[in-house]
């Protein structure tokens, strides 16, 4: 999960020398954060990938900005899911069909990816030898 921030233009920015970024532990305990990105003195230092979520825990995050007098307050925490690509879906059934339509059915893939499935993209090939189909849906 690629974490991204924007420093504040409060202060316009001077003497900022860098970032960082605390996370919990995906459990919901109650504001125990550890920090698991320095930028060192990169004020450029504004994103940072984050590995090794479960998918489907929610996590929340802070950062806080350095400048010559130390660490400064904490941001609002932001809480996001981590998620993976859903599993494979099977393929679809024709429940339906006529000389102008036909209705298709499918299932939803075992594994979602941690996170719900917000919408579904239904390909259409005449040539079944044709390497790009087109969207229907």
């Known amino acids: 999960m690629m974490i991204k921030w924007r420093r504040s233009d409060v202060t316009g920015n001077l003497g900022l020398l860098g970032f960082q970024l605390y ?20 004020p450029l230092g504004e994103e940072y990938l984050v590995t ?9 995050f802070m950062v806080m900005a350095r400048d010559i007098n130390g660490l400064g307050p ?19 059934t024709l429940t339906a069909q006529s000389s102008t339509s036909f209705s298709i059915s499918w299932l939803q893939p ?12 239904v390909l259409l090939s005449a040539d079944q030898a044709s390497s790009s189909p087109a969207y229907i849906v």
């Open 23 to 42: 996370m919990d532990d995906g459990l919901g305990n109650d504001d125990q954060f550890a920090a698991i990105y320095d930028s060192g003195d990169n």
């Open 52 to 60: 090794g979520l479960t998918p489907s825990w929610t996590y929340r």
């Open 110 to 121: 075992e594994h979602s990816g941690g996170c719900p499935i917000s919408s579904y993209a």
């Open 74 to 92: 904490g941001s609002a925490n932001t809480s996001l899911i981590a998620c993976v690509v859903p599993g494979t879906m099977a393929a679809p």
